[in-house]
């Protein structure tokens, strides 16, 4: 039988402070840890940080609002979070940090992306074209020239006027 605080969704908020005051935090399963900073964590409303006290002349307030969001006014979200992450992957240039494993895969998708653009397959298409069109017209071509394709059409209108 597991301890009763290894399922944090079964345990009231109380036996999770309990557990926390019992225990060393080094000592929590990874599913606990998680749940506890869940239920610490600020709601996202707090994490946005306050404006500043407004004034009464409008002119102030307008210079009062931080560039970024005037910048992010006519931006979509995309394009915002491309932003975002250019300018986290610059910080992280600038500071000689090592990239991500999620960084590199992505750059080398990136990179097989822009070879598949250049990549042209048109001949390869056509072949694909020439392969399934090409025995169809040579038959239809013998068809006719050998009289085939008459004999066909004149057999088919002497039984419909047959019948």
């Known amino acids: 039988m597991a ?21 060393p ?23 946005v940080a306050p404006s500043p006290p407004s004034s009464s002349s409008s002119s102030s307030s307008a210079a009062a609002s931080p560039p970024a969001a005037a ?5 979509t979200i995309a394009e915002k979070l491309e932003r975002r992450y250019a300018e986290a992957a610059a910080e ?4 000689g940090r090592e990239r991500t494993d999620v960084q590199r895969r992505i750059e080398r998708r990136a990179a097989y992306m822009e070879e598949a653009d250049a990549r042209d397959d048109t001949p390869f298409f056509l ?14 071509g013998w068809a006719q020239a050998t009289g085939y394709l008459q004999e066909i ?9 047959g019948m």
């Open 153 to 161: 059409y004149t057999g088919s209108l002497s039984a419909a006027s």
């Open 25 to 47: 935090e080094a000592t929590w399963p990874p599913a606990l840890r998680a749940a506890v900073a869940a239920a610490q964590a600020p709601p996202p409303s707090q994490l």
């Open 92 to 95: 992280a240039a600038a500071a």
């Open 71 to 75: 910048a992010d006014a006519g931006l």
């Open 3 to 23: 301890p009763c605080w290894l399922n944090p969704a079964a345990n009231p908020p109380s036996l999770l402070r309990a557990a926390r005051q019992e225990t």
């Open 127 to 140: 072949g694909v074209a020439a392969a399934f069109f090409l025995p169809a017209a040579v038959i239809l």
